[in-house]
């Protein structure tokens, strides 16, 4: 398992909202103005990439054209770094209708995560290979998705793979029962992703940071963000992506 970018620092990504609204925080941005000034301020503390989940007026997560061009827009004029977004059910549970959406727009992301557990995963990642989108596997730890992986035709030709922790609620064991699971979830991956594939590690909820710190030390990319922690290392309220990212990298984590 590789990090991207030979002889770079590994990369961090801010997850900039996920399905959060603003009754989970009032710092989670939902309009594509307001995406794009956090991706700025988290750009500016360090982050590398950017993942975000364009939402409709009232708030519904959607991957119609009309409703992710706006973010795309947003987000590349306020920062340089690439835009992903994700093709999960929560975006379009149709999965007939997802293929119709990849093949109608118009503004691209640079990356698209596909979750290789969910119906259709391997449909629409050759839709979006064939417009010419990068492709990253998200394979969730407690799903089929790295097996289903493992015999795809297509394993070869994603750009990297996300490694995704389960949230643990452990109280106190936190902390270790985490990393475990993340540690697990890599050995399991390690047999059946072609060689030199690099992997973004992430956990959420309670995981967020023990895994976070793991991908670290281990030299992966990683991701810190609203959409998969509502809070700091020492348990406060973030007030903002940037302020996650600054956590992340100031090795207060």
Do not use: K, Y
């Amino acid at each position: 398992m590789t990090a991207p970018g030979t002889g770079a620092p590994p990369v961090l990504q801010v997850c900039l909202n996920g399905t959060r609204g603003p009754g989970d925080s009032a710092a989670v941005p939902i309009s594509p103005e307001s995406l794009g000034e956090s991706a700025a301020r988290a750009v500016a503390a360090g982050a590398r990439e950017v993942r975000a989940h364009p939402r409709t007026p009232c708030g519904g997560t959607s991957l119609s054209p009309r409703v992710l061009a706006p973010v795309l827009d947003s987000v590349r004029a306020a920062v340089g770094a690439p835009v992903r977004v994700t093709t999960d059910t929560a975006a379009e549970p149709d999965r007939g209708r997802l293929l119709e959406r990849i093949r109608s727009w118009d503004v691209l992301p640079d990356l698209v995560s596909v979750d290789w557990h969910e119906p259709g995963a391997e449909e629409a990642a050759a839709a979006l290979m064939e417009r010419g989108i990068g492709v990253e596997a998200a394979l969730w730890a407690r799903t089929d998705g790295p097996a289903l992986f493992a015999r795809s035709p297509l394993a070869p030709r994603v750009l990297r793979v996300v490694a995704r922790a389960p949230a643990l609620n452990r109280g106190p064991e936190t902390g270790p029962s985490a990393e475990a699971a993340a540690r697990s979830l890599l050995a399991g991956l390690e047999p059946g992703l072609p060689p030199g594939t690099p992997v973004l590690l992430h956990g959420e909820g309670d995981g967020a940071w023990p895994v976070l710190r793991l991908a670290r030390r281990l030299g992966l990319a990683a991701r810190i963000g609203l959409e998969d922690t509502l809070l700091l290392p020492d348990g406060t309220p973030a007030r903002s992506n940037a302020e996650l990212v600054t956590a992340a990298l100031a090795g207060t984590s």
